[in-house]
């Protein structure tokens, strides 16, 4: 290369929305970043690196509240639980368990 250079590898990043369907289904990884009044309805949207890369996760009222006990570079697990009884005249809640692993140390 030319005047010492040097040549660079560089890797895209394009974090993918993690989709929830079913009961059971969950996310584990590292929390990289969180984010808040996102799009039109001015959600929480959270990143977590997992073994497949980034993955981008939707807030909800449920999941806010138990993420805002989770710092980031912690490492978690995020599970879908399903829909809880809707109240009357409501869209039921979506249920998320959170679990951090405590004995996570994050790298330097």
């Not at 006990?69 to 809707?86: N, Q």
């Amino acid at each position: 290369m030319k005047g010492g250079a040097i040549k660079m590898v560089f890797k895209e990043i394009n974090p993918l929305s993690w989709i929830y369907e079913k009961d059971g289904d969950c996310i584990e990884g590292i929390l990289v970043k969180v984010q808040d009044n996102v799009g039109v309805n001015k959600s929480f949207l959270y990143h977590i690196e997992t073994t497949q890369g980034i993955k981008s996760v939707w807030g909800a009222t449920i999941l806010d509240s138990r993420m805002a006990l989770v710092p980031v570079g912690s490492k978690l697990k995020i599970t879908y639980k399903g829909l809880a009884e809707a109240k009357k005249g409501k869209n039921p809640a979506k249920v998320f368990k959170v679990e951090v692993d405590k004995d996570y140390k994050p790298k330097d």
